[in-house]
């Protein structure tokens, strides 16, 4: 080979290396039949392609229709309306009397608490105009009424009887139904179940207790004895030193057997207690004794049957514990009890046993002591709070004096007094109360007037104040508020959940008083902690006035522990 075929030779060479395609695109035509015989793999480019062609249009669409989404929530769809909440509202009633009931529910759904109370007059409020003719009651009569915890609007009003002796709500399936129901006993003697959504009566019954029989607050509700799938109720009268116990049925109110006959010898408050083993027994409660009646005793006395529900049953340890004659409880009875109340625990119930002189709590299974801590004259019920986060306390109140009471805070577990304070008080003075608050402690609110030195009070004004108190700052007292009118009935409520904490205060004559205003109105503690005042029992330095409102105005409340 010469040199110029090697030329040649070198130049193709190059010319492959620069365009290495071009003899494969010559070559195309010639490899058709190849290409047939590979046809699968000649489409998998194309199909490739329009994968991802599918794959980029869906992801677009889902982009679009996200953009759409959240479009539409932001700007088209409006946001639920939370409904606009006064700070403080009041009602008035004129030329009336009320009674000390009042309950607290959601009566219109709007996730709002209201306030049903009740009110004795001739006539209802001008916005209803609805008179006692209107269920064929004389007047006066008492109206039963439910206003907005918003605004204090009236959501409605009904006259339910002439007067009343006991009401209760939250009474799940009264009636069957799937919404829990209001029992209002009135007298003449009357059963009636109300609706507290709407005010309608779903069902009335009437009593023959007997000639002088009064009845003995409250009502018991117990387990379905009927078996109708409505729990039952449960209502004691009584007439000198005899006692009668009626069972009438949740869903229509009729009475079930006959009335039953105890000797208690004389009259006697009650409180319903259930055992570790499932028993339910009625404890009665009178100056020298306790007696206790399962509520299968009971119902055998009314029906003179033996019953075989699985919730009528007797507690073996507490039979041995009741004398089988006389029913009484040897354990329990000495002088002077004034309270009996149920004390939550891990597992059932204890029995705190508040007497003339000492407040003692009991297991509530055993009956054995636990503890006791001395106390003169209890003024009010007890109620229960949390002082350390999440155990349980319990707040007595007790004379120490003329005109003058002391607050204790006693841990439940082992009846240690972790906080105590002396007031001056008046006559009539109402209870304290509790609000739950987010760091799993209370807020507790109490009345009276706090005196700073031995011949000096705190506050000039006439009347009685409110004071707040959280364990947080154990040096400190909030004035909150002065009332001078007569408070009938105070309670602390949280009228949203976790939010909204209040109180609502019911003034004015009672019933067996002469009529005149009846004032109904829910102050926001919001509103009273900003311009409250506060009183240090012992002050810590750089702790401001201010600086204390602050804090208490920014706590946060829980609806439950």
Known sequence: MNSEEYSVMDNKDLEAEIHPLKNEDRKAPDNHENCAEKEAVCRKPTRLSQLSRWRTAAFFLSLFLCLIVVFAFSFIIPCPVRP????????????????????????NEDQVQDVIFIFKGTNGSHS?????????????CAFMVAVSG??????????????????????ERLDGAQSPGCLVVGNPESLTAVDPRTGEIRWRQYNNFGANYSMISPVLKIPDVDEDGVQDLLIFTTAGDETKSFIRSGEDGKQIGTSARLSLGGRADHLMHVTKTGSYYVLFYTINSVYGYSLKDLYSLATGMESKLASLKQDPQWEKKIESTTHRIPLLSSEDTRYLMKVPRRSGENILVVKSNVAELLDGQTLDSRWSVNTSHVLSEPVSGYYTPDV????????????????????????????ELELNSRAGSPGPATLNTADHRSAFLFWGEYQVEANETGSKAAGQNLYLFHPSYPNVLLEL????????????????????????????????????????????????????????????????????RDRFFRMRYSSRM
């Open 392 to 419: 349980l306390h319990i707040v007595i109140e007790s004379g120490v004096g003329p005109n003058r009471k002391k607050i204790m805070i006693v841990e439940s577990g082992s009846g240690a007094v972790r906080w």
């Open 84 to 107: 606009v909440s006064q700070r403080t509202w009041t009602r008035k009633y004129d030329s009336a009397v009320t009674y000390k009931f009042l309950a607290v529910e959601d009566v």
């Open 150 to 171: 918003n605004n204090g609007s009236t959501l409605w009003e009904r006259p339910v009887t002439e007067d009343v002796l006991w009401m209760e709500c939250a009474i």
């Open 481 to 548: 508020n002065n009332v001078t009118e007569q408070i009938v009935t105070f309670d602390a409520v949280l009228f949203e959940r976790s939010r909204h904490a209040s109180y609502v205060l019911v003034t004015g004559p009672q019933s067996t008083h002469g009529p005149g205003w009846v004032s109904v109105s829910k102050r926001k503690l919001k509103e009273d902690i900003a311009s409250s005042r506060v009183i240090w029992q012992s002050q810590v330095a750089g702790d401001s006035e201010q600086y204390i």
């Open 128 to 140: 209803f105009n609805r008179s006692c003719a209107d269920e064929g009651l004389s007047a006066p």
